[in-house]
């Protein structure tokens, strides 16, 4: 219960008073404490709402209580203030927070309304929406110190991946698409089917300006553009084309029949293509060599690429492959994988019910060091399922994928039943970028909030 604070402290004094006349009296001087502080400072646990799904998939919210065990406070002596480095989670209800703390004198807080400071119970709930002011009181009633004291809540949910859309340039039907040199290259085709290229810077909003590609044949697998040493590599024909600038192109391997790249790395100096002679590799782009036979079941139509460093050892690169052993794209999709440290590529023999997903235009990006696929109408764990319904999560490397059911890590839902034509990559700046050509065509840009927080 709340007390006017001059009676309290005139109480709270006068009994220090009695005592320092009393022993004063026996010839002993008692000097009364001129220090004020608070020693330690936590708060209780929360109820609060989450939003959720509920058991047909309908948004609905969750009561959960959160133990703010895990949120210290840290107390600045020196400035006076007071705070959880570690926000509480989004959407916490902090307007009715009961405190506890530890103090050197007597406290009370600042009631905005009345103007002044008031003593109040630490059983009392106080609203901490907004930063609140505190008083320690000295035993000696001469000094006193201050206090802020906020407490930190999450303005975003950390794990709700956040969509903006964009316009997409003009007179370009996507199909690969990739950072390069600080911009972000889209790869497409024309309404007449010749080749289509439009650039845009890669950080904030999309802008895009058309580009005129020289040297490249109009039948160059531009959905598998690969990058390594400064260069963009792509298959036509059977042949490699390389790029300095993603404009102008040349042929530098020719006759050997190149299907598809199976991945590149600039940290491991390797860049390996899938061919009729055999799986070939390069240190330099340039000069090819057979390294094994192409084995049977591999990879090579409809590919996603990724390289990536072991977590336990950087010095060994991880090289993954997925996609179709067919050219019409058709049936199970399959997981190859090869490190640096060891000869040959293997394959990942995934259970049927926990396998990559068959999609039209299927697209796995490694993002949030995971494996992250999605695209249009087909076929998961044996069921059909909607074009964009759902991301399907590998968190080992390929091996075991499930649909993504949580409320927090959704596709654009303006996109699900979109069969359009499409292409999609992660940045460097944590962004999943998603353009289509549908009825609901555009740019789509999303992120995990948290990868986007400063550190």
């Known amino acids: 219960m709340k007390k006017k604070l001059a009676i309290y402290l005139s109480a709270f004094f006068m009994l220090f008073a009695g005592i320092s006349c009393s022993m004063s009296d026996g010839g002993t001087t008692v000097v009364l404490s001129p220090y004020a502080m608070i020693s330690s400072f936590s708060i209780g646990d929360i109820k609060s709402s989450y939003p959720d799904f509920t058991s047909t ?30 926000s509480l989670p ?61 407490v930190n809540v999450h303005k975003v949910e950390p794990e709700l991946m956040a969509w903006s859309k964009y316009q997409s340039p003009v007179g370009v039907i996507p199909a690969g698409i990739v950072e ?25 909003e ?39 600038n993603a404009v102008n192109w040349t042929a530098v391997l020719q006759g050997v029949g190149a299907i598809a790249f199976a991945g590149a790395s600039d940290s491991d100096g390797k860049i390996w293509l899938s061919t009729e002679q055999g799986l070939m590799c390069s240190n330099d782009g340039v000069n090819f060599v057979v ?10 139509y409809g590919v996603s690429t990724m390289s990536y460093p072991l977590l336990h050892n950087a010095n060994i690169t991880r090289y993954m492959v997925i996609g179709y052993a067919n050219p019409e794209m058709e049936g199970d999709v399959v997981v190859w994988s090869h490190l640096s440290s060891e000869k040959g590529w293997v394959r990942y023999d995934n259970e049927k019910d926990y396998s990559c997903p068959s999609l039209k235009g299927l697209r796995v990006l490694r993002y949030d060091s995971k494996f992250y696929a999605f695209g249009g109408a087909g076929i998961a764990a044996g069921m059909p399922v909607m074009a964009f319904g759902s991301f399907y999560i590998s968190k080992d490397n390929g091996i075991v994928w499930k649909a993504c059911e949580d409320f927090y890590q959704r596709l654009p839902k303006e996109l699900l039943g979109d069969n359009a034509q499409f292409a999609a990559f992660a940045d460097s700046n944590n962004y999943i970028w998603i353009v289509t050509d549908g009825v609901n065509g555009g740019v789509w840009k999303g992120i995990i909030n948290r990868l986007g927080f400063e550190k």
Not at 62 to 86: H, M
Not at 183 to 199: H, I, K, M, N
């Open 90 to 150: 989004f959407s916490t209800d902090v307007s009715k927070v009961v405190m506890t703390l530890t103090v050197n004198g007597s406290v009370a807080m600042y009631v905005d309304s009345l103007g002044t400071y008031e003593y109040f119970s630490t059983s009392d709930s106080i609203d901490f929406t907004t930063p609140r002011l505190f008083r320690v009181y000295a035993a000696d009633g001469a000094h006193h110190k201050d206090y802020t004291v906020t």
């Open 180 to 204: 390069f040199k600080n911009s972000v290259y889209l790869f497409g085709t024309a309404a007449d089917g010749s080749l289509a290229l439009a650039v845009s810077p890669l950080d904030g």
């Open 291 to 300: 390294v094994e036979d192409t084995p049977d079941g591999f990879p090579m």
């Open 57 to 86: 998939g309908e948004d609905t919210t969750v009561v959960r209580t959160i133990s703010t065990s895990a949120y210290p406070f840290t107390i600045n002596q020196l400035d006076g203030e007071i705070f959880n480095v570690d």
């Open 206 to 244: 999309p802008i895009w300006e058309s580009l005129q590609l020289n040297g490249l044949p109009a039948t160059a697998d531009v959905a598998n553009v690969q990058q390594f040493a400064g260069s963009l590599f792509v298959v036509a024909d059977g042949d490699v084309y390389v790029s300095a």
